[in-house]
């Protein structure tokens, strides 16, 4: 069968679905509500974002939530609030988004890049001590894809030494770690909204917390350094402007309700992908996992499969996948902004060979998991 990129036919000629999904008639009313109000903005008296956090701190296991413009400014808020500065360093894994570390860098600490475990991509814990210095006080866990990080033996690791954790849960809404959610499981936890994620509202973020007196930090770096309660041109913090906005809010509260159905629809086509046969593997779960969000699937191919032919072919089968992170500690960028670089084979392994069913795929009917399938069997079996 010739291969699409080399003029054939191609496996799959139908659109995948569309991300975001469609409006639902909740959000359609209450955007249009708010938008009515006049109460665009967080601060004018509208509780829309106040339902938000409320609704978001409740999904994670805990009592506080502070709504912000998105999750860069989120995990430095969280970080901030928990007293990260110039100084401090923090260990971020090797293998996920730039703005693990690039939030790092906001509040003036160090990013300290540590390697993932080589089987299921999550920040690893023996990488963590390997990693620390008397400098370290915080670790910044993944919960990588929507699969939830291997937090007992990272909380362990953490609590001996001391250090804060903050959970980067910007692809994890709804994920479950033993019976837990996460978010909830370190000091902060941090959801993201920006438009590739499982819940969006184009941009947007939420910081949810446990501890009050760390509510009352981060809710002050949000809300330009003013006190909960306090007076409007009280400043006793230093602290931004981070808000989120209440339109965003209107539309993202009625989604918390159908994100239930929308990770079943997702892991029911993970399940219905059968590799079987293919030099293409499914990166596991760690132990422990409850519920895995399903933002994407994450597959290994087998290390004799050229990647990059492999991409593009998909591509031109109409199946596309995504390449996946650059090992953060390749980076230039964060080198020179002054990273600290642990070696990190297992996520320049994963750099190699990971590539990513991206989540509006996930979200197709699970008898078209056989559209992925084929695709790859023909193009690695072709040429791969
Ligand atoms: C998207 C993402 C972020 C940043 O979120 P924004 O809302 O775009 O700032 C941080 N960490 C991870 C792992 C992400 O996927």
């Known amino acids: 069968m010739t291969l ?6 191609p496996v799959r000629t139908d659109p995948w679905p569309a991300w975001p999904p469609p ?13 009515e109000s006049g109460l665009w903005g967080a601060t004018q008296g509208g509780s829309v974002c106040a339902d938000l956090t409320a609704a978001v701190a409740a999904m994670s296991g805990v009592t506080y939530g502070v709504a912000v413009g998105n999750a860069t400014l989120g995990l430095f808020a969280a970080l901030k609030g928990l007293g990260v500065g110039p100084g401090d360093e923090v260990i971020v894994p090797a293998y996920t988004f730039v703005a693990s570390a690039t939030a790092v860098l906001l509040t003036g600490a160090t990013p300290v890049i540590a390697d993932v475990d080589p089987v299921h991509l999550h920040l690893s814990p023996g990488a963590v001590e390997a990693a620390m210095s008397p400098r370290t006080v915080a670790v910044m866990p993944v919960h990588l894809a929507g699969s939830p990080a291997d937090m007992d033996a990272l909380g362990a690791v953490a609590s001996r030494a001391g250090l804060a954790v903050v959970e980067d849960a910007a692809q994890a809404h709804g994920a479950v770690y033993r019976g837990r959610p996460v978010g909830g499981l370190g000091h902060a936890g941090v959801y993201s909204f920006q438009s590739s994620k499982a819940m969006t509202a184009g941009e947007g973020g939420v910081v949810v917390c446990r501890d009050e007196a760390v509510h009352g930090s981060i809710w002050s770096v949000c809300n330009v ?5 306090g007076r409007w041109y009280e400043h006793p913090g230093v602290g931004w402007n981070l808000r989120l906005t209440e339109i965003q809010a209107a539309l993202l509260l009625p989604w918390l309700d159908r994100l239930p159905d929308e990770i079943a629809r997702r892991e029911r086509f993970c399940a219905a992908l ?4 293919l030099p293409v593997t ?4 760690p132990e422990g996992t409850t519920v895995d969000s399903r933002h994407l699937l994450m597959l290994r191919l087998d290390p004799s499969v050229d990647k990059d032919f492999v991409l593009a072919a998909m591509a031109a089968e109409g199946v596309p996948l995504d390449a996946g992170y ?22 320049d ?14 979200m197709d009917d699970p008898s078209r998991a056989r559209d ?3 695709a790859l069997g023909k193009v690695i079996g072709g040429r791969g």
């Open 282 to 285: 499914a990166v596991p779960q």
């Open 274 to 277: 059968d590799l079987e046969g």
């Open 349 to 362: 392994e994963a750099a190699k060979h990971v590539v990513w069913v991206r989540q509006s795929m996930l």
């Open 326 to 347: 650059p090992p953060l500690g390749t980076m230039k960028t964060l080198t020179d902004a002054g990273a600290r670089v642990e070696p990190a084979p297992a996520a």
């Open 225 to 229: 350094g003013r006190t909960l309660g």
């Open 372 to 374: 992925i399938t084929e």
């Open 23 to 35: 409006l639902d008639d909740a959000q359609r009313r209450l955007v249009h509500d708010v938008l």
């Open 4 to 9: 699409a990129i080399d003029g054939g036919a």
